[in-house]
């Protein structure tokens, strides 16, 4: 079983309306010339439309054939950034897991879809994916972060690895760093963070590891990022601790309680009542 993964996070130039598909292949191009390690390539949320409500279209479909052929031609795991998906009636923000082989493997809907904004359904099931051999990846979009909850469920299904695409065009993507930073060390694994720019965000993305440590960020032009990845370095700091100090999984094991906002119900706190 091996421990590391290259993986590349591409912060591209979105234009909302456009197909940005084309952009696209030519970055997972240049990616698999300039870098052959990368096994993993992640893109920024809603990236492939530019976040057209119009646009939205069956997965699979004719847009998840491109990808996955594309994905089979340089044989790369590629996660495509999300797209709006049609659904029986209902529009999901969806981020699919295509294999090597040109397979999509794992399909997750954003559960918190950023209100008013964002008029598409919310998703209601959480996503963790195995790359074989290697370990569990979990699966978050944007607003998801601001809900510590999301990050932990997929921590208690054994997500190693946090692949986050996003779509800030706001000021509060300082902020977002800042959870991103603290996702990483509160579950000790870590957290990839991929904004667009242009009409996709803010740009600034962000690789975490599990010891809370920023390994990089981009500014707020297009950019291409990348890193080796160890896994062992997850399963180490949730053995020794972060930074060989702290054992927050390990201490909420063994807490002999249940959590009165969860036990009772988050619409029964106070602050809810007033």
Not at 72 to 100: C, M, Q, R
Not at 152 to 160: D, I, P, S
Not at 211 to 230: C, K, M, N
Request: aromatic share 10%; net charge negative.
């Amino acid at each position: 079983m091996k421990n590391t993964i290259g993986l590349a996070g591409i912060q591209m130039d979105v234009r909302k309306g456009n197909d940005n598909s084309d952009h696209m292949f030519q970055l997972i191009e240049r990616v698999a010339f300039d870098f052959p390690w990368v096994e993993l390539v992640v893109f920024s949320e809603l990236c492939v439309y530019g976040g057209d409500l119009n646009k939205a279209q069956p997965i699979p479909g004719p847009i998840t054939e491109r990808l996955g052929a594309i994905a089979a031609k340089y044989g790369k795991w590629l996660i495509p950034g999300s797209l709006f998906e049609n659904h029986k009636d209902k529009i999901y923000n969806t981020s699919i897991v295509i294999s090597p082989n040109g397979d999509v493997v794992a399909k997750y809907r954003k559960m918190f879809p950023w209100r008013p904004i964002e008029t598409n359904d919310r998703g209601c099931d959480f996503c963790v994916f195995d790359i074989p051999d290697l370990g569990r990846f979990g699966l978050a979009i944007c607003y998801d972060q601001w809900f510590p909850e999301v990050i932990r469920t997929l921590t208690w299904l054994g997500a190693e690895v946090i692949i986050h695409p996003t779509m800030t065009t706001t000021s509060d993507r300082v902020i977002e760093l800042s959870l991103s930073q603290a996702h990483a060390a509160f579950n000790q694994l870590y957290f990839i963070s991929i904004n667009g720019v242009a009409d996709g965000g803010n740009g600034r993305s962000i690789f975490v590891d599990p010891d809370g440590r920023v390994l990089q960020t981009s500014g707020e032009a297009e950019a291409v990022l990348t890193e080796i990845i160890d896994l062992s370095h997850v399963r180490r700091t949730r053995e020794m601790g972060t930074l060989g100090l702290c054992h927050p999984l390990k201490e909420l094991q063994e807490l002999p309680l249940e959590f009165p906002c969860y036990k009772d119900g988050l619409s029964k706190g106070q602050f809810f009542q007033r």
